[in-house]
């Protein structure tokens, strides 16, 4: 006797993430507003609206079951980490008519953080991307109206403050996340466990000392959650990355994707030849690649100049940028990009002269992993030492993420 609720317009990666981790404790999700056009405004700024009015239409045949059970969530930052179930006892638990994630940061209205009950432990503040409650409160929460563009956390907040319609529908925060993680504000609270038996990752948050079960990358946690998310709701069990190996793409050769291939000679390198040798004999009709070249090294100019004339006729199409066109490396990769979607192509495949394509098969195996973007990791042999650290400080820089090193000396794969 549950519903669960989302909203998203595109199937994008965050999207697919989301509707794995429900497949996985086997939770039914209704997706609302797939394939329409947004109408809430900007993603990254105020708006939401939309989501209210659309959950308010799919609540209305539900207006009043007192015994249905409904829960909402965003869609391209959350993961599910674990069964309806739990989450259903969970909620019984609390004693409440309707259950909305908390959060340390108050958004949008500062103005109004001394309207909020104050908490003694836990988050203070409410959250709407992630809530659950009964039917009828849901929909007499979603009675008042909103515009599309307006801001849903501001809509909820607001009548979180009202005392009387709190009281009436015992509408409660998550202060402890019994339930929901919010993870903006509390990176540091929340840890990644492995349970022994079964090698299923969760998250627990120790200042709490709960396990949540829907985990909520809100605000600037979004790569927060996209480190936890490689590991739960099964997508990393036992050393396997179970993740890795679905949502394949087919292939069929008479209908291959057309591939933007960018080639990018920066200094000079030994075995530039074979470097060549390596592209001329990838398994992927060049008919359906269109090839990008920047070369900034004259030591190399007659060596390509060879290569291009031997296969200028056999590509899609080829544009050169040679080292007299005096165009610098960040310009010619943006020059690249700009290639690919003017060319309408369906890939963009990144090559630089220091990377030894040794696999001809690459350009077809990584286009079957269907990700929106791959990128190669390069280490020395017995040493600590990659081309990426896995995170990002807070001031914007490369750091080593928890798992570096266990990827770095190939234990995770």
Not at 274 to 300: A, T
Not at 370 to 390: E, K, L
Not at 399 to 412: C, E, G, Q
Request: proline letters at 3%; one cysteine or more.
């Amino acid at each position: 006797n549950v519903l669960v609720f989302t909203v998203a317009s595109e199937p994008v990666e965050g999207y697919i993430r989301y509707i794995r981790s429900a497949n996985f404790y086997g939770i039914d999700v209704q997706t609302l507003g797939m394939g329409k056009e947004w109408k809430g405004g900007d993603m990254n700024s105020f708006g939401g609206g939309y989501k209210v009015n659309l959950l308010r239409e799919a609540l209305e045949p539900y207006k009043k079951d007192k015994d249905k059970i409904v829960i909402f969530t965003d869609s391209y930052d959350v993961v599910f980490t674990a069964p309806i179930g739990v989450i259903i006892d969970k909620f019984k638990k609390m004693d409440a008519g309707i259950v909305f994630g908390a959060e340390h940061s108050i958004w949008p209205d500062p103005m109004l953080r001394d309207m909020y009950p104050k908490v003694s432990h836990g988050a203070r503040f409410l959250n709407s991307g992630i809530f659950m409650g009964y039917a009828t409160n849901l929909y007499d929460m979603l009675k008042t109206p909103i515009d599309n563009i307006a801001d849903d956390q501001l809509y909820y907040t607001k009548i979180y403050l009202n005392e009387e319609f709190r009281e009436k529908n015992k509408m409660k925060l998550d202060h402890k996340s019994e339930i929901f993680q919010n993870l903006y504000g509390a990176e540091k609270e929340v840890e990644l466990h492995v349970d022994d038996d079964s090698g299923e990752a969760f998250v627990v948050n120790v200042e709490t000392e709960t396990v949540p079960a829907v985990i909520h990358g809100n605000g600037l946690s979004k790569m927060r959650l996209n480190s936890l998310g490689n590991y739960l709701a099964g997508a990393f069990i036992k050393g396997e990355c179970r993740d890795c190996s679905e949502n394949f793409k087919e292939l069929k050769d008479e209908n291959l994707p057309i591939v933007s291939m960018a080639v990018f000679v920066e200094k000079a390198m030994p075995f530039f030849e074979e470097f060549l040798q390596h592209l001329e004999e990838i398994e992927y009709p060049k008919s359906n690649i269109h090839l990008f070249v920047h070369n900034n090294v004259k030591y190399h100019e007659d060596t390509f100049t060879a290569f291009l004339k031997k296969h200028t006729t056999d590509f899609k199409s080829v544009k050169q940028v040679l080292v007299e066109d005096s165009i610098n490396e960040g310009t010619a990769r943006g020059l690249a990009v700009e290639q690919a979607i003017v060319k309408e192509s369906d890939y963009l495949f990144v090559v630089d002269s220091e990377a030894h394509l040794d696999d001809p098969k690459i350009l077809r195996k990584l286009i079957i992993k269907n990700r929106d973007v791959i990128a190669p990791m390069f280490t020395r042999p017995n040493d600590a030492w990659s081309n990426f650290w896995g995170a990002l400080s807070d001031q914007g820089y490369y750091a080593r993420s928890h798992d570096y090193l266990d990827i770095v000396n190939n234990k995770k794969r």
